[in-house]
């Protein structure tokens, strides 16, 4: 039976927005909406995008009321006169739009925050059609909006929820998570549903695949896999459903277990936490510091160690050396050993790192020299050759790494191999 | 009037796939699509997403086909029994699936080359809906379908075209560029568009709005503008549509021209060029080179810099001095400026951008210091708080910019705005 589609109330993704439809934004709403509502028990049997019309949006609101329970609209909110997605909302629920305290509190206050002045475009964006609970916007002007129907409303067989929210990612997706998730989970009431996280790094899909296998044939009934790929990163993710959240969790965990038997060198992290936080909370266990020395990967690694909060208590800082003489003259790489080996070789990441590590007064460093592409690249050392190295207090080993053809990706893949190496380095310390 | 919904054909696009529907896979298709189609002249007015479910498949065709002129399908055509588009497509159009000896010679021709016997199950692949006619595909075993009905057919006073195409990104977009696209073109001859994509940074979308609407209102009939904000850029874009190209053409060209005229300081670009790589093509062509000195941007300035192939022509690198003794020994800022003024200052930065400049032997250099969240603030200097400086053959000059509250937010809009800075001291120059 595909329980998908029977047993639960389902929701249907609505996307407005003119740019959607000429292709120059993707949208990557609908499909992080989907995954959410999914893991919180909300199938989604339809997305649609319609653009900033009038028309379109009363006809996908009535017919997406006839189909689902659960009704999630981004787009259409901004203070410019394309945005009509309020006004038409009002005309639905046959509702005036009226004034709201709490909505406008929050727009002043990012106001001020930013020294600017509310201007009367911003002001209206107070206005909410009557009825609505404004959904507060911590991260910008346009609130968010909660209408409700009862069960019996319009002949309905059982409740319906519209949810209007900003299409800008960050405002939408803090929302969802901090408001509209927990709201109809409580609302609602779906299945019980579990979710473990196993966040895997150094090994591609289908050779974790063949490793899994004889682990993933005996799972229980009720507990699934899925696997998600990324660039440089697999992560797995067991999800279980049943009428007792205990015992679901108690079997996810358990499997985990067996999980983290099989492949131990590959996880380096659960649920939400992403590598550099792994790495921040590693080195702040342990009070030591960071620096690292980046060619090929051009400060993106310092990026990434750096988005994690709070990451000035044990990050020293980087030098990026794209040019060889600021490896020369900053690093303090011998102009000999870069003449000698080239600056994509294991003897120069390595004088990177331990000078880095050095001059930075670091405990760690990380070191990277590759070649990231399109360009550059020669028979000896094509596109997607690098090496990584990593300096600790006890020494210095370097790796080679042989990326792909791809620029961005060649970039990201290194950076994550890099960081957990350091990882890695950092535990067995 | 928005003549958008009213003058032409009108496309719907339908993705069927479940994968789609969790979140597994970002729905690239739909975007791609959707650009293809409106610079092809044929608006798209509605993209969905539905799972592989017959009831879903048959409901979003009859609706489809009561609102537009053209209807795109993507997925369910695999040769397993999860995919059902076919199936169902032949049920919607009484038509019985037929043995196509085209398709089959595809099919046939595709595993010879690939050494692989046709098996039973690909065999059927060739088996398509009587009376359409079979889209070769020359990458895939899954062959298109173009189905059609005449103006007059069950009521419609204009005529109908169904295309059904693979959901592989690639053998999808081969199919659309070298069959669909042309050949609708020479079908239904749509009306010529054109677009003007020009990207602004320093200003949010309201305060732009209010300063555009003079010219706004007064834009031509058949020209509509769309403002398309991301964190720390507001893109703005011009449509225009009519029955001569090179007459839409020259009308738009001139309101950009109007449009310069009004906020040349925010302009950086136009169409798919990004600030980074404007920022290269203006270094390259002075044959200048650049170096960052990054406090709070942690390395992001030179990760976008360098995401740029072929950026080791004018990049020298970067410091990225989060520590303050980093940014005394390796930047030459002075201690006692340090302990005067604070490492976020107009004064300390002003050092970082001049040592940087010197240290890396660059023309230009950008420093960046600031306070990006979400602690660290102090009343005198709250969250959000930044120093850029640009430092130039000619001198230093340096600018205090208030960012919001948000880390991930703060990095990428302080980088952005020290890019544009960059940008204008270099073409000012």
Same mark, same amino acid.
């Given at each position: 039976?595909?329980?998908?589609?029977?047993?639960?109330?389902?929701?249907?993704?609505?996307?407005?927005?003119?740019?959607?439809?000429?292709?120059?934004?993707?949208?990557?709403?609908?499909?992080?909406?989907?995954?959410?509502?999914?893991?919180?028990?909300?199938?989604?049997?339809?997305?649609?995008?319609?653009?900033?019309?009038?028309?379109?949006?009363?006809?996908?609101?009535?017919?997406?009321?006839?189909?689902?329970?659960?009704?999630?609209?981004?787009?259409?909110? @901004?203070? *410019?006169?394309?945005?009509?997605?309020?006004?038409?909302? &009002?005309?639905? =629920?046959?509702? +005036?739009?009226?004034? !709201? /305290?709490?909505?406008?509190?929050?727009?002043?206050?990012?106001?001020?925050?930013?020294?600017?002045?509310?201007?009367?475009?911003?002001?209206?964006?107070?206005?909410?059609?009557?009825?609505?609970?404004?959904?507060?916007?911590?991260?910008?002007?346009?609130?968010?909006?909660?209408?409700?129907?009862?069960?019996?409303?319009? @002949?309905? *067989?059982?409740?319906?929820?519209?949810?209007?929210?900003? &299409?800008?990612? =960050?405002?939408? +997706?803090?929302?969802? !998570? /901090?408001?509209?998730?927990?709201?109809?989970?409580?609302?609602?009431?779906?299945?019980?549903?579990?979710?473990?996280?196993?966040?895997?790094?150094?090994?591609?899909?289908?050779?974790?695949?063949?490793?899994?296998?004889?682990?993933?044939?005996?799972?229980?009934?009720?507990?699934?896999?899925?696997?998600?790929?990324?660039? @440089?990163?697999?992560?797995?993710?067991?999800?279980?459903?049943?009428?007792?959240?205990?015992?679901?969790?108690?079997?996810?965990?358990? /499997?985990?277990?067996?999980?983290?038997?099989?492949?131990?060198?590959?996880?380096?992290?659960?649920?939400?936490?992403?590598?550099?936080?792994?790495?921040?909370?590693?080195?702040?266990?342990?009070?030591?510091?960071?620096?690292?020395?980046?060619?090929?990967?051009?400060?993106?690694?310092?990026?990434?160690?750096?988005?994690?909060?709070?990451?000035?208590?044990?990050?020293?800082?980087?030098?990026?050396?794209?040019?060889?003489?600021?490896?020369?003259?900053?690093?303090?790489?011998?102009?000999?050993?870069?003449?000698?080996?080239?600056?994509?070789?294991?003897?120069?990441?390595?004088?990177?790192?331990?000078?880095?590590?050095?001059?930075?007064?670091?405990?760690?460093?990380?070191?990277?020299?590759?070649?990231?592409?399109?360009?550059?690249?020669?028979?000896?050392?094509?596109?997607?050759?690098?090496?990584?190295?990593?300096?600790?207090?006890?020494?210095?080993?370097?790796?080679?790494?042989?990326?792909?053809?791809?620029?961005?990706?060649?970039?990201?893949?290194?950076?994550?191999?890099?960081?957990?190496?350091?990882?890695?380095?950092?535990?067995?310390?």
């Amino acid at each position: 039976m595909k329980c998908f589609y029977l047993c639960t109330m389902k929701t249907e993704i609505i996307n407005i927005g003119d740019e959607l439809l000429i292709g120059q934004v993707v949208n990557t709403n609908a499909s992080w909406m989907s995954e959410q509502m999914s893991l919180a028990g909300f199938p989604v049997v339809r997305t649609t995008v319609i653009p900033d019309n009038r028309t379109e949006i009363m006809t996908a609101l009535q017919e997406a009321t006839e189909r689902v329970d659960i009704i999630l609209i981004t787009g259409g909110l @901004g203070p *410019t006169k394309d945005d009509i997605t309020k006004a038409v909302l &009002g005309d639905f =629920f046959h509702a +005036k739009l009226v004034f !709201s /305290e709490a909505a406008y509190h929050d727009i002043e206050h990012l106001f001020t925050v930013r020294g600017f002045p509310v201007t009367a475009l911003n002001r209206s964006q107070a206005e909410v059609p009557e009825g609505c609970e404004v959904i507060p916007n911590r991260n910008g002007t346009a609130p968010g909006m909660w209408f409700e129907k009862k069960a019996g409303a319009d @002949g309905r *067989t059982g409740p319906l929820v519209v949810v209007s929210m900003p &299409g800008v990612p =960050f405002e939408m +997706k803090a929302m969802m !998570s /901090e408001q509209v998730i927990p709201r109809l989970r409580e609302k609602l009431r779906p299945m019980a549903i579990y979710h473990k996280t196993i966040w895997t790094q150094g090994i591609g899909e289908s050779f974790l695949s063949d490793m899994l296998e004889p682990w993933e044939t005996k799972l229980p009934e009720g507990i699934t896999l899925a696997y998600l790929p990324q660039p @440089g990163i697999v992560r797995l993710r067991l999800t279980a459903r049943g009428n007792d959240e205990a015992e679901i969790r108690r079997m996810t965990d358990g /499997e985990v277990k067996k999980l983290e038997a099989i492949i131990p060198q590959y996880i380096y992290g659960y649920d939400n936490e992403t590598l550099e936080e792994v790495i921040g909370r590693v080195l702040a266990e342990k009070k030591a510091t960071l620096a690292t020395a980046e060619s090929c990967t051009g400060g993106y690694i310092a990026h990434l160690i750096t988005s994690v909060a709070g990451s000035s208590r044990y990050f020293q800082g980087s030098v990026v050396a794209y040019a060889n003489r600021v490896k020369e003259e900053v690093l303090g790489v011998k102009r000999s050993t870069l003449e000698q080996h080239g600056a994509v070789s294991e003897q120069v990441v390595t004088e990177m790192a331990l000078g880095v590590r050095e001059k930075l007064h670091a405990d760690y460093a990380i070191a990277v020299s590759g070649i990231a592409g399109p360009d550059g690249g020669t028979p000896e050392k094509p596109v997607g050759t690098a090496w990584i190295a990593i300096a600790t207090p006890g020494g210095v080993f370097a790796k080679h790494y042989l990326m792909g053809d791809h620029r961005e990706r060649n970039i990201r893949r290194v950076a994550l191999e890099g960081l957990n190496m350091l990882r890695k380095a950092i535990l067995s310390a």
